[in-house]
Structure formats: structure tokens, C-alpha cells
């Protein structure tokens, strides 16, 4: 990722665990792949281990869907639990 535009750390933990380890998501300047689509990366790092990007009609929709996050992470809590830094639930 060249250039980080938004940051959000949050911790997590897998269901029914207490160990609770950190969560860094980034997302990425959205770019042009052509004349008709854009892309925008973005990163869980700690939680997956490589990056990947997601793909609009233009840079604003790449980077809306990109940022969406808690719709993603609200997916995922049916596995793991996700907390602010402050122990709070994300959810």
C-alpha cells in the first residue's frame, strides 16, 4: 500500500477465548484500473496476513466500499469478538 488514508486499531478474540490480540486496519488511496473501474486497497493486519483490494465504478465508490468496514467485521463476529482499544465492545 503506497499511501494509508484511514486507520482504525481495534483488538480481537476468537469466540469463547480471552486472549485478545491487536487488529490494524488501513485503507489505501483508491486508484484507477481503467477507464470504468477503480480499486482501493485495504489491510487487516493481525488478522489476515495479506492485502487486497476492493473494486467500484469510480474512486469514490472504491473507496466507500474500502472503508466499510464494520459491515465486514460484522461478518466475521460470528467467529471472533471485536473491541476498541479502551476493552469496549466493538459491537
Known amino acids: 500500500m503506497k499511501r ?7 483488538l480481537y478474540s476468537k469466540k469463547g477465548e480471552n486472549d485478545r490480540k491487536e487488529l490494524v486496519i488501513r485503507v489505501g488511496e483508491p486508484y484507477w484500473v481503467d477507464e470504468e473501474m477503480a480499486g482501493c486497497p485495504i489491510e487487516y493486519n493481525g488478522l489476515f496476513n495479506e492485502m487486497s483490494d476492493i473494486y ?14 464494520d459491515s465486514f ?19
Do not use: C, M, T, W
Open 4 to 10: 494509508v488514508i484511514a486507520e482504525r486499531r481495534l
Open 56 to 69: 467500484g465504478a469510480d474512486l469514490l465508490q472504491a473507496l466507500h466500499l474500502a472503508a466499510d468496514v
Open 73 to 91: 467485521l460484522l461478518n466475521l463476529s460470528k467467529k471472533y469478538d471485536f473491541y476498541f482499544p479502551d476493552g469496549e465492545p466493538n459491537f
